[in-house]
């Protein structure tokens, strides 16, 4: 194989360049935007920065945040400390220092929008305005916003959330979390270097209706979110089933990150799945006797036994997890005022923040700790009603 072509310059595609090149293969990352103020938190979990160290150690600009408030509907806001802190960047600062990364490594970075795609009998022809590029294989890192129908996840109305918000000129040093009435999704507001981002992200609620939620909170918090700048995007949240028949791959090409549908469907982060299906990608690409008409498969079940299962297992409780009630509170109202008895929902809290408690073993773990105190056996009950036994056949062992 003599060239990969990564389209997207996102962290999914940046790192995905810097693993190939680094590996010996000829790699051109094209991006319009390349590195951009993406409409998100920007947070960075325990979980990516222990597996991708460089992620914490750089002179990137971001904030070590250490306090989260999580709140919900009629129930006073838990404090939570994070035993180990969450990292949150400017999504322009941290895509601008993955792509010099890879530029360092030796890929060659194009500021071009594809226009098109072009299957020859070896690769690939992609048009840009300056002209055609060849490529033997394709790496997708597009994002949500995939303008090549034909390559990655296919999107339908239940597989995605509405995601919108302000960046606020003000600054505050922890994350709160708010869980609203009878919505799936939540309110954040995640400190940066200079301005706090402000969202909301929501599924079966207008834009609109989601904006006025958001700003009624902020409102209430006394945030002026009228010097904001707003943004609004689409955030990738598949159902169950849609994880079964998810389009990952097909021949001579990969999507990675957004573009495959790889975001946690209950927190919503993405930044750890971007990098590492980039790595597990990479790493089908470089691999001794790599077939391009095969690879996809490899790839699909690289990710499976990774965490695509786990993550597809979340989805089949996500709805309930957000929407369900227990004696005629929500559940998240339940869990915010719970955390302030219990030390080991609180502990378990600290972990899904961080990324290290997963949703296989999620069951498992509340029914063998929480059963000492009626509170705890309270909690337990809740989550039993909530969380399915995992498949048959699937590790669900308490890690």
Same mark, same amino acid.
């Given at each position: 194989?003599?060239?990969?072509?990564?389209?997207?310059?996102?962290?999914?595609?940046?790192?995905?360049?810097?693993?190939?090149?680094? &590996?010996?293969? !000829? @790699?051109?990352?094209? !991006?319009?935007?390349?590195?951009?103020?993406?409409?998100?938190?920007?947070?960075? @979990?325990?979980?990516?920065?222990?597996? %991708?160290p460089y992620l914490f150690e750089n002179q990137t600009q971001k904030k070590i945040v250490t306090e989260?408030?999580?709140?919900?509907?009629?129930?006073?806001?838990?404090?939570?400390?994070?035993?180990?802190?969450?990292?949150?960047?400017? +999504?322009?600062?941290?895509?601008q220092m993955l792509l010099d990364r890879a530029e360092a490594a030796g890929a060659q970075i194009e500021? /071009?929008?594809?226009?098109?795609?072009?299957?020859?009998?070896?690769?690939?022809?992609?048009?840009?305005?300056?002209?055609?590029? !060849?490529?033997? %294989?394709?790496?997708?890192?597009?994002?949500?916003?995939?303008?090549? +129908?034909?390559?990655?996840?296919?999107?339908?109305?239940?597989?995605?959330?509405?995601?919108?918000?302000? %960046?606020?000129?003000?600054?505050?040093?922890?994350?709160?979390?708010? *869980?609203?009435?009878?919505?799936?999704? %939540?309110?954040?507001?995640?400190? =940066?270097?200079?301005?706090?981002?402000? #969202?909301?992200? #929501? =599924?079966?609620? @207008?834009?609109?209706?989601?904006?006025l939620r958001l700003e009624r909170y902020l409102d209430e918090k006394g945030i002026n979110w009228k010097?904001? /700048?707003?943004?609004?995007?689409? $955030?990738?949240?598949?159902? =169950?089933?849609?994880?079964?028949?998810? +389009?990952?791959?097909?021949?001579?090409?990969?999507?990675?990150?957004?573009?495959?549908?790889?975001?946690?469907?209950?927190?919503?982060?993405?930044?750890?799945?971007?990098?590492?299906?980039?790595? $597990?990608?990479?790493?089908?690409?470089?691999?001794?006797?790599?077939?391009?008409?095969? &690879?996809?498969?490899?790839?699909?079940?690289?990710?499976?036994?990774?965490?695509?299962? !786990?993550?597809?297992?979340?989805?089949?409780?996500?709805?309930?997890?957000?929407?369900? +009630?227990?004696?005629?509170? &929500?559940?998240? &109202?339940?869990?915010?005022?719970?955390?302030?008895?219990?030390?080991?929902?609180?502990?378990?809290?600290?972990?899904? *923040?961080?990324?290290?408690?997963?949703?296989? @073993?999620?069951?498992?773990?509340? *029914?063998?700790?929480?059963?000492?105190?009626?509170?705890?056996?309270?909690?337990? *009950?809740?989550?039993?009603?909530?969380?399915?036994?995992?498949?048959?056949?699937?590790?669900?062992?308490?890690?």
């Amino acid at each position: 194989m003599k060239r990969v072509a990564v389209l997207g310059g996102g962290p999914a595609g940046a790192h995905a360049a810097e693993k190939l090149v680094a &590996s010996g293969l !000829d @790699t051109i990352l094209i !991006d319009e935007k390349l590195a951009w103020e993406k409409p998100c938190g920007g947070g960075v @979990t325990y979980k990516a920065y222990e597996r %991708y160290p460089y992620l914490f150690e750089n002179q990137t600009q971001k904030k070590i945040v250490t306090e989260s408030y999580i709140g919900a509907y009629k129930s006073v806001p838990a404090m939570l400390g994070l035993n180990q802190p969450i990292l949150i960047f400017s +999504r322009k600062e941290l895509n601008q220092m993955l792509l010099d990364r890879a530029e360092a490594a030796g890929a060659q970075i194009e500021k /071009q929008r594809v226009t098109g795609i072009v299957e020859r009998e070896h690769g690939w022809t992609l048009n840009t305005k300056s002209g055609n590029i !060849d490529a033997d %294989y394709v790496v997708v890192a597009t994002g949500a916003r995939n303008p090549l +129908r034909e390559m990655g996840t296919e999107w339908t109305p239940e597989d995605t959330m509405v995601a919108l918000g302000y %960046y606020i000129p003000t600054n505050q040093d922890h994350i709160d979390i708010q *869980f609203l009435d009878r919505l799936e999704g %939540y309110i954040w507001i995640f400190p =940066r270097n200079g301005h706090l981002s402000a #969202g909301i992200c #929501g =599924r079966g609620e @207008t834009a609109q209706r989601l904006r006025l939620r958001l700003e009624r909170y902020l409102d209430e918090k006394g945030i002026n979110w009228k010097q904001g /700048q707003l943004y609004a995007h689409m $955030l990738p949240s598949l159902s =169950r089933r849609h994880w079964r028949t998810n +389009r990952v791959a097909g021949k001579r090409w990969m999507a990675v990150g957004d573009a495959a549908g790889l975001v946690d469907p209950i927190t919503g982060e993405g930044i750890y799945y971007a990098m590492r299906s980039a790595d $597990l990608a990479s790493q089908v690409i470089t691999a001794g006797g790599f077939d391009p008409l095969t &690879s996809g498969a490899v790839y699909r079940g690289r990710i499976e036994d990774d965490f695509l299962l !786990d993550l597809e297992f979340g989805a089949s409780f996500a709805q309930k997890l957000y929407l369900g +009630r227990f004696f005629f509170k &929500s559940i998240p &109202s339940c869990i915010v005022d719970y955390m302030k008895r219990s030390p080991k929902l609180y502990e378990l809290m600290q972990d899904i *923040f961080s990324g290290t408690q997963d949703y296989l @073993t999620l069951r498992n773990r509340l *029914f063998r700790n929480l059963n000492g105190t009626v509170n705890e056996a309270v909690v337990n *009950f809740i989550f039993q009603r909530i969380i399915p036994e995992p498949p048959v056949g699937v590790r669900a062992e308490v890690r």
